[in-house]
Each structure stands twice: as C-alpha cells, then as structure tokens.
C-alpha cells in the first residue's frame, strides 16, 4: 500500500525561525512531490513541487527531495505568523491518473 | 496555473436528499480529480474523471452513492446521493497533473 507518512505536529517555532517540515514516502516508484498549505476551513493551496533529487528554492520556501531516502522536506525561512497553518505533502506515484496520495499534514504554528 | 471554480461553497441538508457540486476550470484539462477531506483529516480521494469515459472509483466509494459526470474538458460534477450524517465533510475537485490546483471547496453538513 502506498503511504505518505507527516509528523501530525503541532510544530511550534519562533517568528522569524526555519521551520521544518518533513515527509517519507513508501514507493520507490514516486515521481513528483507536492507541497500544500491549508488554512482551518479553507482548501489547500499549492506552495511547490519537485521532482528532481536536490534543492528547490521559491522565496522563503525550500523543498528538498531524497530520492534514495525516500523523503521530501520543506523548509520556511523567516517564519511569519501568516505561515501557521496544516502543512501537506502530497506524492504522485506516476501512475497514469495522475492520483495524489496525501500525508495526514503537520500543523505549524508560528508565535509572535 | 488553472484556476477552478468550485460551488456551493457551503450546504446544509437534510439526511436521504441528494447534493451536486460543480467544477468549472478555465483551461482545459485531461483529467479531474474528487477528493474528500473529514473532519481533522487528510484528503481521499473519491474518484478519478475523464472526459468521455466513466469514472474511476476508488475502494470505498460507488458510483451508486456518487455519481460523477465529466461532459467536457473544463467541468465536472460530483453527486452525494442519499446522504447521510456521515457524509458531513468537505469535498474538494482538482484539476491538472503537473500543478495540481484545488478548487474552494464544498463545506457539506447533513443533518
């Protein structure tokens, strides 16, 4: 069975902080990784996405992926208070449908 | 990057009724995608919708409890037939593979 595995939180970090946020993957097979923010009440929202072992950088945020590790992270530099939030990882498995297996989301928090 | 209008934002209904949610995307795209998200949860995904075949459910969800139509590259739509408390829940359209955009939402609570 295909699973994506978040650490539920809550991650509570400083503002102005890194925070972390990390993401394994069971399938060896997994092509494409996804990173979504959703606010309590609203739909998630696409922040990145990677598919390239290595560092992907798109303003305060970095993904990085570890294929051999099976494991994807997102970083968020100078931590705002706006940034708190459920964090979600997302894996394409490249099947044909394009489905997106989803972790369960962290939940950031970031204190003033 | 698409942009998917999803409606009703909200619903309330009464238990045994049916509701249809409608996607509407302003680019066209291969493939549409329902998803579930329950209270505290992550998302499930419901079914898979492309256009000009039937959709593909996935295990726990029926075309009988709900029925998906998908009449052309840019909208879709998800039906939850006799509902049930246990269909409260926010139901999610997306659309596209490499971007992978989600609608608003649908808030549904059955009462």
């Known amino acids: 069975q295909k699973e994506v595995e978040q650490n539920s939180g809550p991650l509570s970090v400083p503002e102005g902080a890194i925070a972390s946020l990390n993401c394994t993957y069971s399938?060896?097979?997994?092509?494409?990784f996804f990173w979504y923010r959703q606010y309590s009440g609203k739909s998630p929202e696409l922040i990145m996405f990677?598919?390239?072992?290595g560092d992907k950088e798109d303003g305060r945020f970095t993904a990085q992926l570890n294929k051999a590790s099976q494991y994807v992270s997102l970083l968020i530099r100078d931590s705002q208070p706006s940034d708190s939030a459920t964090y979600l990882c997302?894996?394409?498995?490249?099947?044909?449908?394009?489905?997106?297996?989803f972790g369960k989301g962290t939940k950031l928090s970031v204190k003033p | 990057s698409a942009v998917i209008s999803q409606k009703p934002s909200r619903d309330i209904c009464q238990r045994g009724t049916s509701l249809t949610i409608q996607c509407q995307v302003d680019?066209?795209?291969?493939?549409m995608f329902w998803y579930r998200q329950q209270p505290g949860q992550s998302l499930t995904l419901i079914a898979t919708?492309?256009?000009?075949?039937?959709?593909?459910?996935e295990s726990g969800f029926v075309i009988d409890k709900f029925p998906i139509s998908r009449p052309n590259l840019t909208f879709s739509t998800l039906t939850v037939s006799n509902m049930s408390p246990e269909d409260s829940s926010i139901y999610l359209c997306?659309?596209?593979?490499?971007?992978?955009?989600f609608g608003q939402g649908t808030r549904l609570t059955v009462v």
């Open positions: 997302a894996v394409d498995y490249g099947g044909s449908q394009g489905n997106l297996i």
């Open positions: 399938d060896r097979g997994s092509q494409s």
């Open positions: 990677i598919y390239s072992n």
């Open positions: 680019s066209q795209v291969t493939m």
């Open positions: 919708a492309n256009q000009g075949s039937e959709a593909t459910y």
């Open positions: 997306r659309a596209g593979h490499t971007e992978a955009f």
